[in-house]
């Protein structure tokens, strides 16, 4: 016994790196395409995007880099699509530099995806949604645009004179916005600017979305009903993805068709393998440290 | 003295101060206009801010690889990327309505150029950087998260609940686990997060002021 005690005492970390390495490939080769559940905070998040009426006006705030896309996309994704079956008007934006460069890619897949669900409706540039770009100075930015949103955000994110588009031609300021649906991928977003400025101060709806690991410190928004709705990380992701029903059916359920792809299944069933590979070596740390303690004892 | 101490203490005061109240004036009145147009200087600064950062990153590295320090290579590489992306960066933003609108072609090969930085070398290498925390956590949580005493004990099995929670594994053991995660985060943890967050905000206002009236005046540099 003492051998084995001795080894997981001293348990090399490239052992569990190793076991995490091949779960993660073993159940994306092998997915079990366990059974996602919407849970409450998925399905008020739906309430709040069906309370944007046609041509309303939305912010889709993406203030994120790319080391948080794996679990922000997926809500872009969703909150996007979403936004374009109510017939929104979508303004995309960002305080992260790379944010409006993902947000590109992002709304690039969607209306591809869109068109072929909904082959009547073509989702337009510049009518439909614009994207507006990367503008450094996090809260002062809120506070111009509470003024004149068009002399902060002179260009869109190419260059073209925002006053050009047709979508911009009912917006003035942040008074004129609907609701802000802030995706945030740490400081500079959602915490810091959106919800004490453009809600606070300025009264306007705030959505979120955040990575997991930073979920705890926004449920204390949901609760004093500053934050309208939050998408607290991938699972909540694929629920409004599941959430989100399509105008067919889906010829392998038989049910109607949801936005929920085979390879957000993939994700979410990674997610699970890892969270419990993590737990079996807690687990082990505990009963090796235990074991240890009584045999001390007992010595 | 005056200008290096006195001067910004004074111009930190009256921006402090002019924050705070324009902050909870009414719309339309005089100072809420003022404080509006504080909040355009902030913006220029801002940026302002990023060229000196730019600025200041170039020259610790080239001091670094100027001293044949040991990471003199990391740092050539550091520079070396900044300088390339900026350059396709900035050709491809600003050159379609401030160089040569007639020329599109030149346009779309720096546009290109960038956005192939973006997508096939920023975002793998940030992608991997933090897709590298399910390791680092995962060795952690072995080595530390041990029940060494009855608040660890509990701290454990919340943290079981809650990973079980959080995962579509977790509700197809028990579904039970689903709702009693979600309780524990919007619940004990709202609390405790917020009182944690009420705290630090008592305590930054704190530390503001006494910035704003000239106690705390590190900032300036040195003692």
Known sequence: MGKVLEFFKTLDRRIIFLFIAIAVVITLINPMYLEINISKNARTYIKVLDSINENETVIVSFDYAASGEPELKPMAYGILYRLFQRKAKVIMMGFWDQGPSLADNTVKQVIERFEKDYPDRKIVYGKDYINIGYKAGGFTVIINMSKAIKEIFTADKDGAPISDFEIMNKIDKLSDIKMVFALTGGNNGLLDIWLPFARQQYGIPVAGGCTSVSAPQFYQYMNSGQLSGLLDGFKTAAELLKAIELPYTDPETKKPANLLTKEVHKIADVQSIVHLIIMIFIIIGNVTYLYEKKYSKQQ | MFLRKTLPLLICFFCGVFAIVGFFSAEGTAINTYYEKLAKWNSIIAAFAMLLGVGNLIRVNFIKITRNHHDKIYCAILIASLLITATFGILGGVYPTKIDPANPQLMDFFKNKCAYIFEY???????????????????????????????????????????????????SIWPGFAGISEWI???????????????????????????????ETRYLGGE
């Open chain 2, 185 to 215: 985060l919007s619940t004990v943890n709202m609390a405790g997060s917020r009182a944690i967050t009420l705290g630090a905000a008592v305590g930054a206002t704190a530390a503001c002021l006494k910035i704003i009236l000239g106690l």
């Open chain 2, 121 to 171: 070398m920023m975002k793998p290498m940030q992608s991997t950087m933090f897709s590298l925390l399910a390791f680092f956590v995962a060795s952690a949580a072995f080595r530390a998260f041990r029940a060494k005493s009855f608040e660890a004990t509990i701290l454990l099995v919340t943290a079981f609940i809650v990973m079980l929670g959080r995962v579509p594994i977790g509700t």
